[in-house]
């Protein structure tokens, strides 16, 4: 069975952000004009500030919250009976001829469905949205996703 994409794509769009100098280790971020901005800093392990978001944080974030959001408008459109979805994710960055990059990404989504008939297809859909993840697609890191499928507490 392959899983057909949604065919009501524009071919472009643009995502502009800002991001304001605060001090040596943070700064301001913005993403349009209704959304908050957020508090950025470096991470801890590299003279930063524990408890703030971080770029690494908004990355690792875009590529797990870009393969929900896929995910969910495919089983939406393939009509697949998802009762919850939670993921988590870690990303591991590696210090390599003095700068850091990203060595993979680990997604591990957790899909609850209502019945056993559906396993194979919510597998199916979630390798679409992989494939497709937007995100995903504009990092050459490797994005692994290790996915459990449960059943809901009623079967």
């Known amino acids: 069975m392959s899983v057909a994409v949604p065919s009501t794509r524009p071919k472009t769009f643009t995502c502009r952000t800002t991001a304001e100098w605060l001090s040596h280790h943070g700064l301001r971020f913005t993403a349009g004009l209704d959304k908050p901005p957020l508090l950025v800093m470096n991470p801890p392990e590299i003279d930063g500030k524990a408890g703030e978001w971080t770029p690494e944080d908004l990355l690792i974030g875009a590529i797990e919250t870009c393969l929900a959001m896929t995910f969910g ?13 939670y993921s988590e994710a870690e990303g591991l960055f590696e210090l390599e001829d003095g700068a850091y990059r990203v060595a993979r990404v680990i997604i591990r989504p957790t899909i ?44």
């Open 112 to 155: 609850v469905i209502e019945s056993r008939e559906f396993s194979t297809k919510t597998l199916r859909v979630l390798e679409a949205a992989h494939r497709d993840c937007l995100v995903a697609n504009a990092v050459t890191t490797s994005v692994i996703v290790e996915p459990s499928v449960l059943l809901s507490a009623s079967e």
């Open 73 to 85: 408008a495919y089983a939406e459109k393939h009509r697949l009976p998802v009762e919850a979805y």
